[in-house]
């Protein structure tokens, strides 16, 4: 059968979106009400998703929803700032707003009424999709002292449900996703049963592969490293999440715990860090903190930091940059732009995942050197598939 111009044409076309699809990774930004700037081009021209964060999801319990969608910016002007293309999204929630989450899963009326404050939310903002920020379904997140984990049980089997239904209010051409706890400990919600009904529902899941040390611990660890974050990923991947639907999280901030000093001498990972949070109430002590590569340091920090940058090095073993200060017993985690580098072969490609994020965007503002590195690296294995 003779085949005509147009249909070579199309077939032609189909076979470059294809091809041109299955080679691009997503590189997604949560864009922050904190620190609302983005890069000039060319440098945010490989973003492909930008994460407006965050809105309450307490917005969305109304039973007629609201006139106005409070957000530090607009839908449209945030596309002007990025490659006709980009996907903007709506991240609804976020660490220490989880109470409006509560109130939609809790029954099938209520789910229904907040996925369908959701569409009209998108509708009216022009959105091409919403995250879902309900980072500790079921227990763990920061007020874990005050309402315990036993009494979040509820919540593990209605969050897919709560999914479910945003999916059916939205349709199937409005995106959702998903961030996620990176940490074993805090996917109380995300097991065998639960992550392929969650995954049913989302397009793509945020796996927060940061934070991996915080004031629960009491040993240094890397906080955002390849072997720690590589125990995140097998995690969702073996309870039924997709490889090509994760996307890994970086981080552009840096963290600091002050530890114990004689321990740490001989070996400073691993060794102990005393007391960061406090045993009954869950408050931080003090002894920790975290500041983005876009904030004013800490002045009781400064002199500390000066010598992580310059004199910390990089763990082979646990895959993650790190300095310890012994006159100031600080131990230093963060990811500098070569460790951003070392991951993409190690975890992107080796493990065949859909994309990364970072949060956040503007909090590398003004230098931008991990958002260089981090494109790069999504460009590096872009033009390796092309190849192929």
């Known amino acids: 059968m003779a085949v005509s111009l147009f249909q070579r044409s199309l ?55 609201n006139s106005k969608w409070p957000l530090f910016t607009s839908v449209s002007d945030t596309r002007s700032k990025f490659n006709p293309g980009t996907k903007i999204m709506v991240a609804i929630g976020g660490w220490g707003d989880s109470a409006g989450f509560d109130i939609a899963a809790r029954t099938d009326e209520s789910r229904i009424r907040f996925a369908r404050n959701v569409a009209t939310m998108v509708h009216d903002t022009g959105a091409d999709g919403v995250d879902i920020d309900w980072e500790y379904p079921g227990g763990n997140g920061e007020d874990w002292k005050k309402i315990p984990n036993e009494e979040r049980v509820w919540e593990i089997a209605a969050y897919p449900k709560l999914l479910a239904e945003i999916r059916k209010a939205v349709g199937p051409s409005i995106l959702i996703s998903a961030a996620v706890p990176g940490l074993p400990r805090d996917m109380l919600a995300f097991k065998p049963d639960t992550v392929p009904l969650i995954m049913e529902s989302l397009d793509f899941l945020n796996v927060m592969t940061y934070d991996l040390m915080n004031r629960r611990d009491n040993v240094t660890k890397h906080h955002t490293g390849i072997q720690a974050s590589l125990v995140s990923l097998n995690a969702y991947i073996a309870n039924g999440a997709p490889r090509d639907k994760i996307n890994l999280g970086f981080a552009f901030y840096a963290k600091y715990f002050r530890t114990e000093k004689e321990p740490c001498v001989k070996n400073p990972i691993g060794c102990p860090t005393g007391l960061l949070e406090d045993p009954d109430t869950g408050a931080d002590l003090g002894r920790a903190g975290s500041f983005s590569w876009r904030d004013t340091v800490p002045q009781n920090v400064e002199a500390s930091l000066k010598n992580a940058l ?25 990811d500098t732009p070569e460790s951003i580098l070392k991951k993409f072969p190690l975890l992107v490609e080796k493990e065949k995942l859909g994309g990364v994020f970072a949060w956040g965007l503007g909090e590398d503002a003004p230098k931008w050197a991990h958002l260089e590195a981090l494109c790069a690296g999504v460009k590096g294995l872009a033009s390796k598939k092309e190849e192929l």
């Open 11 to 65: 077939f032609t076309w189909l076979l470059v979106t294809t091809m041109a699809s299955a080679t691009q990774l997503r590189n997604i930004m949560y864009l922050t009400g904190q620190h609302p700037i983005a890069p000039d081009f060319p440098l945010s021209s490989s973003v492909t998703h930008v994460a407006l964060a965050f809105m309450s999801p307490d917005l969305f319990n109304g039973e007629g929803g």
């Open 310 to 334: 310059t004199k910390g090095q990089y763990d082979p073993v646990g895959g993650g940059y790190y300095y310890w200060d012994e006159e100031e017993a600080i131990w230093w985690t963060f």
